[in-house]
């Protein structure tokens, strides 16, 4: 009897090696100074900022993913209206351009009109924000450029939004967005006033616009569309018919309750938000599949620095020699938060699906992006600036998604 259990145990030991192992990997070199960031978005910024430093090679442990039939094209896919994917150049602003772009679905899925929306004006008023709270914390708050996709909300309730032509950012004809220098303007202005102690907000406040009006311009107080005056704030509501406060974010983590709203610990949630209702892993899955389906794009955020996620196929999928799928349960994907390798580190927007690729037993979901990683192929080519997301990636890595209310109102009927 114990050496046919211990054959059993050797044989399911084994068996789990092997499903552990299928998938092939391989050690990739990464060249210095190559890419689409090095190649397209600094000939652009270097005119601003001074020329970053040639990157050495190095190298990389990754998924092989070369002999794989994956779904990695635009037309496979029941592709959601949205506007084609644009680069949010040399700054940190993903959870603005995924948010602010599916806000522009949103406009397209109530009204059926194609409204370009300022990402720049958003950004411009939420450095405004950080820089508040800041100066009013004695700089016991941090002030850097990544925020969360709430943001979109909190700011365009206060400040209303604009159309893009409207506000660009982008002065002197410059093709992508820098905030190198900017930043490193306001940071040392604002280290300043805690090293001196001189926390005068409102002259504080003057000081950071200023620096933003220089580099960004000024944003409007009013202008015309279809020949009608707005302001940013009449515009949001009366013709972009967006309603901040019918956008909720949707968390799963295990270390808080569920049920329950909770704060998102990470550093990005500078204001210490509350609202994001942390709901089981089964019922976050089954919501993103849900709605998707009924028409609702979100704007999804998480860890992009897998051995999995290859800029070459531009596909995100978890081999089985990091977890095979069938382990990936909320405790795994808890563990991996927190020891932090799990981290916080891009937002993007969610716009399609396939179901059951091919029989594989898997959803794949067509996710549109802002950043240089998504960009390095043909730039003619219809997948230019796309990932594709097996589900197993976003159960494991991808931790809150933003949407509006109405996709998910029996699951905030469950919160008390």
Not at 10 to 39: F, M, N, R, W
Not at 244 to 260: F, M
């Amino acid at each position: 009897m114990k050496k046919t259990l211990l054959t059993l145990a050797g044989a399911v030991l084994v068996s789990v090696a092997a499903a552990q192992t299928k998938d092939p990997a391989k050690v990739q070199i990464i060249e210095g100074g190559k890419g689409y960031y090095y190649e397209t978005i600094l000939k652009d910024i270097s005119k601003v900022d001074d020329q970053l430093s040639e990157k050495e090679p190095y190298k990389r442990f990754v998924m092989d993913q070369s002999k794989m039939e994956i779904p990695n094209k635009v037309d496979l896919y029941t592709k959601l209206w949205a506007f084609p994917p644009i680069s949010q150049g040399n700054t940190g602003s993903c959870w603005c351009f995924s948010t602010v772009s599916m806000l522009e679905s949103e406009i397209y899925r109530i009204q059926k009109k194609e409204v370009k929306l300022s990402e720049m004006y958003v950004v411009y008023w939420e450095y405004v924000l950080k820089a508040t709270g800041f100066i009013e914390k004695r700089g016991n708050s941090l002030f850097a450029q990544g925020s969360e996709g709430n943001a979109v909300a909190r700011v365009a309730s206060t400040y209303g939004l604009v159309p893009e032509k409207e506000y660009t950012g982008k002065l002197n004809g410059r093709q992508f967005h820098t905030h190198k220098k900017m930043y490193g303007e306001m940071k040392a202005f604002l280290d300043g006033l805690k090293e001196t102690n001189a926390w005068n907000k409102e002259e504080a406040i003057q000081t950071i616009k200023s620096i933003m009006n220089h580099y960004m311009g000024t944003p409007p107080t009013s202008f015309k569309v279809d020949g009608k005056e707005y302001t940013p704030m009449t515009f949001m509501k009366d013709y972009a018919k967006i309603n901040p406060a019918e956008y909720v974010e949707i968390l799963s983590y295990k270390q808080e309750p569920y049920w329950q709203k909770v704060e998102y610990t990470v550093p990005d949630n500078w204001w210490h938000s509350n609202d994001y209702y942390n709901i089981p892993l089964d019922d976050y899955m089954k919501i993103i599949r849900r709605v998707i389906d009924k028409g609702y794009t979100i704007s999804i955020g998480g860890d992009v620095s897998e051995a999995g996620f290859l800029r070459e196929t531009q596909c995100a999928i978890v081999p089985d020699f990091d977890i095979p799928t069938a382990y990936i349960t909320e405790d795994a994907r808890q563990f991996r938060f927190s020891n932090e390798t799990t981290t916080d580190d891009h937002g993007m927007q969610m716009i399609g699906y396939i179901k059951d690729w091919k029989g594989d037993g898997f959803n794949w979901y067509l996710i549109k992006d802002s950043s240089s990683g998504s960009r390095n192929n043909d730039p003619n080519a219809k997948e230019f600036g796309y990932y594709f997301f097996r589900e197993d990636y976003i159960k494991l890595k991808m931790m809150g998604f933003t949407v509006h209310k109405d996709a998910v109102k029996d699951i905030l009927k469950k919160f008390k």
